[in-house]
Every structure is written in C-alpha cells, then in structure tokens.
C-alpha cells in the first residue's frame, strides 16, 4: 500500500487508523456532471463509453478532479457479464437497460456460457489498467461486479423491473433452472473480478441491488448463498496486497449478521439502517461503508453539513468506516453539493481520528 499517495481507503477497509475518515459516492461519474455528458456525447452512447478505454477512464478521473475523493471506481457498469453471455445489452433513452435476447426457458440457461472475461471483456481489463496508469497512485482503483442474483433480475426480467414477476415465477416455479442461472453467474463473476484485480484493481465491490426484495429465507438461497461463493473464489492478495472485498445489499439491514458471516472485509449500508446499530451488530467483524441517503445531497449545505455530522457521531471512535452514500447519486444533484459532502466528512471526521 505504501506506494499510493493516499491509502485511507484501503485502511479503513481493514480498519487501521486513518486521519479523517475516507469518502467516495455510488455512481460518482455519471450524468450529474455536465463533463461527463460532453465525453458521452463524444463516445456516441453509453456502451460505447464502457468499450473505450481511453474514455471509461477520462470519465472516471472526472469526479476526481473537483472532489477529494479517497477512491476511484472503475467506470463500467454491472450488465457487461450478461451483454458477453449473448443477451445483446442495449439502452434506450429514459428506459433504462434492456436485453435483446432475454432468458425465459431452461434451454436459455443451458445454453448459456460461463464468460471467459479475457474473451469477451478484455475492454474492461483494458480499462482497468488505463485507469491505474493514470491515477499515478493518488488513490485505489475500486473494482465491481453485480451479485448473481440482480444479475438474474435484469436477464430475466428482460430489463429493469418494480415487481420481479418473472424472476419470481422461475424461484418458485423452477427452482432448479433459476439455480444453474445463478450459479453460471456466480462463476463468471469470480472470473470477472479476479481478471480485474490482476489487470490493477486494488479493492472490490460486489452489487447486489435487488437482494432486498426477497424473504429472509429466499435471501439466503438465492442471493447471498452465491456471494458466498465469490468471496470464497476471490484473489485476496495479488503482488503482496490485500485486496478487500465489500458487499452491498440494498435494503439488507436484516441481515447483516449472515453478510458479515460470508468472509468480506465489508459491508455497504443504504440509509435505511441506523449505522450506530449496524457498527453494534457487526463493527467487531467487517468494515462499514454508507450510508447518507443520496437526496440529503438536495438540501443546503448546512444541511447536507448536519447529517454528514449524524452519521459520523452514530458510527462514533474507531476504525473500519468508508462513507458514502447509502445508493447513487441523483443525477439532477448540483455538482457543488457533492462538493459540500465531500468537504464535510473529510473536516467534520478528523476529531474521531488520532
Ligand atoms: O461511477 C460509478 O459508480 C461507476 C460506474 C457504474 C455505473 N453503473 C455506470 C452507469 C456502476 C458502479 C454501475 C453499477 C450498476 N449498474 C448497478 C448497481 C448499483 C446500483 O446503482 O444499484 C446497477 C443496478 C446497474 C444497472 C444500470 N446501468 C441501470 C439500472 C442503468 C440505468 C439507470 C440510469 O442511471 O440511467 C444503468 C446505466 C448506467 N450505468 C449509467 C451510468 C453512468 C447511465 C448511463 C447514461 O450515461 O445514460
């Protein structure tokens, strides 16, 4: 570690002393700046961005030039893994991602491959050490993936969903089926992620987005028991560095214990948890990482300036805090916002640090 310029990240995430408490933002390169919407219209479309290297890394420094952020995350997005499966990611405007070929029998999983992701993403990899050539050890490199199951949700739901019929129907209708889905999916991710920590990522962040819309029980079946899987398949150290792992379930807060019981380094809180009772429940095992809601980032200053503080009092003394935000950023926030709360923690944290 001892060749980045600023490695609070990192040490928080294996909770060693840092002197303010290190922040980075969910989406923090995206349409809330007006930069980014420049470099996207040069690239023509959002796939396009992700498929030139050059660009994906333009973008990503993007948010490092106005805010001292503590890390950068590779720009990407999760669905990359099912648009290299075959399923022909595309998007339309206002609508979010869709897939041309999405799965809805049994032979549709048979079929699909494992991705090789030095075949099929090799733009990603190239991405990856592009960004780490020119971040010049001034900060991590995150890396990420999205969870098997939010994978699940967007293949076979065909694109975004609010009520997760059709995933639904094949958990309880053909369990099986869903099973070797995410399984396949499970094992393209830990073949994905490895290829981006050996292509330079420093730390990783699994997605799981939708996690949160399943029963306690189905939670455990069908989402975490795969994230398992993929910190258990992980490079934990590459080049003599721990590469720490941090899991993100939306809406979660439940389960805490049993995320923690996984083997990651750390875990992503939304708002929806009070962080003092999260650090209680399992601060003694992982790392914390959240969790202000994202539309704080519409208020005053001042305001923006009470919650950071908040949050910061409820997690208290001690190491192993990442903040953040408890989702992405709202793309019509005002980038001096994101100024504000990035100013705020990095000021408002030093007491709690030696
Ligand atoms: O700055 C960063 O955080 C890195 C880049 C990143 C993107 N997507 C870029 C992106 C990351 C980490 C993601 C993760 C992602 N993508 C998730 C998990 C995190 C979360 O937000 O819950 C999910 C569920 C997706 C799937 C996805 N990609 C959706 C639903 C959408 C459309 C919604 C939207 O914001 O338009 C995308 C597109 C996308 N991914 C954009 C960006 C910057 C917007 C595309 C554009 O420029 O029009």
């Known amino acids: 570690?001892?060749?980045?310029?600023?490695?609070?990240?990192?040490?928080?995430?294996?909770?060693?002393?840092?002197?303010?408490?290190?922040?980075?933002m969910m989406r923090q390169a995206g349409r809330y700046l007006p930069e980014y919407k420049a470099t996207r219209g040069e690239a023509g479309d959002f796939m396009a961005l992700c498929t030139n290297p050059e660009l994906a890394c333009e973008v990503t420094l993007q948010?490092?030039?106005?805010?001292?952020?503590?890390?950068?995350i590779l720009f990407s997005d999760i669905l990359t893994i099912p648009d290299a499966m075959g399923l022909g990611l595309y998007f339309e405007t206002g609508e979010g991602p869709k897939f041309h070929h999405p799965i809805s029998s049994k032979m549709d999983v048979e079929n699909l491959p494992v991705v090789d992701p030095e075949l099929g993403l090799g733009y990603v990899?190239?991405?990856?050490?592009?960004?780490?050539?020119?971040?010049?050890?001034?900060?991590?490199?995150?890396?990420?993936?999205g969870s098997p199951w939010t994978l699940a949700t967007y293949m076979v739901e065909g694109g975004s969903s609010k009520a997760f019929t059709k995933i639904k129907k094949m958990a309880f209708a053909e369990p099986q089926t869903l099973h070797l889905l995410l399984d396949k999916l499970?094992?393209?991710?830990?073949?994905?992620?490895?290829?981006?920590?050996?292509?330079?990522?420093?730390?990783?962040?699994?997605?799981?987005?939708?996690?949160?819309?399943?029963?306690p029980r189905d939670y455990q079946l069908f989402s975490l028991q795969y994230m398992e899987k993929i910190v258990a398949g992980l490079t934990r150290e590459y080049e003599g560095q721990r590469i720490p792992v941090t899991l993100?379930?939306?809406?979660?807060?439940?389960?805490?214990?049993?995320?923690?019981?996984?083997?990651?380094?750390?875990?992503?809180?939304?708002?929806t948890i009070n962080i003092a009772d999260a650090k209680a429940r399992v601060g003694d095992k992982v790392a914390l990482q959240g969790n202000m809601d994202p539309s704080v980032l519409y208020a005053p200053k001042e305001r923006i300036e009470q919650e950071?503080?908040?949050?910061?009092?409820?997690?208290?003394?001690?190491?192993?805090?990442?903040?953040?935000?408890?989702?992405?950023?709202?793309?019509?926030?005002?980038?001096?916002?994101?100024?504000?709360?990035?100013?705020a923690v990095h000021k408002l944290s030093k007491p709690y640090h030696n």
Request: with cysteine.
């Open 248 to 271: 993100f379930t939306k809406n979660g807060g439940q389960w805490l214990e049993a995320i923690a019981a996984t083997g990651c380094d750390a875990i992503g809180l939304d708002w």
């Open 125 to 145: 990899m190239d991405a990856v050490r592009t960004i780490r050539k020119n971040l010049k050890g001034e900060v991590p490199l995150i890396g990420f993936s």
């Open 308 to 343: 950071v503080s908040d949050i910061l009092a409820g997690f208290g003394k001690g190491e192993g805090h990442v903040f953040n935000l408890g989702h992405g950023i709202h793309l019509d926030v005002p980038p001096e916002n994101a100024g504000h709360f990035v100013e």
């Open 63 to 72: 948010p490092l030039r106005r805010f001292k952020l503590d890390a950068a």
């Open 1 to 24: 570690m001892s060749q980045l310029k600023n490695d609070r990240y990192l040490r928080a995430l294996f909770k060693q002393p840092v002197d303010m408490t290190p922040v980075w």
């Open 186 to 215: 499970a094992d393209s991710v830990i073949l994905y992620l490895n290829a981006q920590i050996a292509a330079g990522a420093q730390s990783v962040m699994v997605f799981d987005t939708w996690g949160g819309v399943l029963s």
